[in-house]
């Protein structure tokens, strides 16, 4: 069974910097689309980051652009959020997934085949 593990997540202040995780299993995700998402208390859950692997092509969220990286190794079947300049806004629990097929743009959640058990990430001011 393909399973997805996050982590990275923790507590920073304003400003600080995370780099949150995600490890595929039971599946070589090459050629498919992951995505990063979080959600916080009491609000949907929104798109973050989106990376399709066949040709790393990356896609943002307009609240993240040029502060959240996501990046691949294929070697490790990982996907990566680097996260810089974090706000109190960006605390959340982050989750990735993968959409089995190719993506060409950022993608709604309901777009993923596969979740995984999310990793919280707390910003303090």
Same mark, same amino acid.
């Given at each position: 069974?393909? *399973? +997805?593990?996050? $982590?990275?997540?923790? $507590?920073? *202040? ?5 780099? +949150?995780? /995600?490890?595929? %299993? #039971?599946? =070589?995700? $090459? ?7 979080? *959600?916080?208390?009491?609000?949907? @859950?929104?798109?973050?980051? =989106? ?5 790393? %092509? ?8 040029? @502060?959240?990286?996501? $990046? ?8 990566? +959020? *680097?996260?810089?300049? +974090? ?8 989750? /990735?997934?993968? @959409?089995?097929?190719? /993506?060409? %743009? ?11 058990? #999310?990793?919280?990430? =707390?910003?303090? %001011?």
């Amino acid at each position: 069974a393909v *399973q +997805l593990v996050e $982590s990275g997540g923790g $507590s920073v *202040q304003t400003g600080g910097s995370l780099r +949150l995780s /995600c490890a595929v %299993s #039971g599946y =070589t995700y $090459s050629g498919n689309c992951m995505g990063w998402f979080r *959600q916080a208390p009491g609000k949907e @859950r929104e798109g973050v980051a =989106t990376i399709f692997t066949g040709y790393g %092509s990356a896609y943002y969220h307009g609240s993240v652009k040029g @502060r959240f990286t996501i $990046s691949q190794d294929n070697a490790k079947n990982t996907v990566y +959020l *680097q996260m810089n300049s +974090l706000k109190p806004e960006d605390t959340a629990m982050y989750y /990735c997934a993968i @959409r089995y097929g190719a /993506c060409w %743009s950022a993608l709604p959640p309901n777009s993923y085949n596969t979740w995984g058990q #999310g990793t919280q990430v =707390t910003v303090s %001011s």
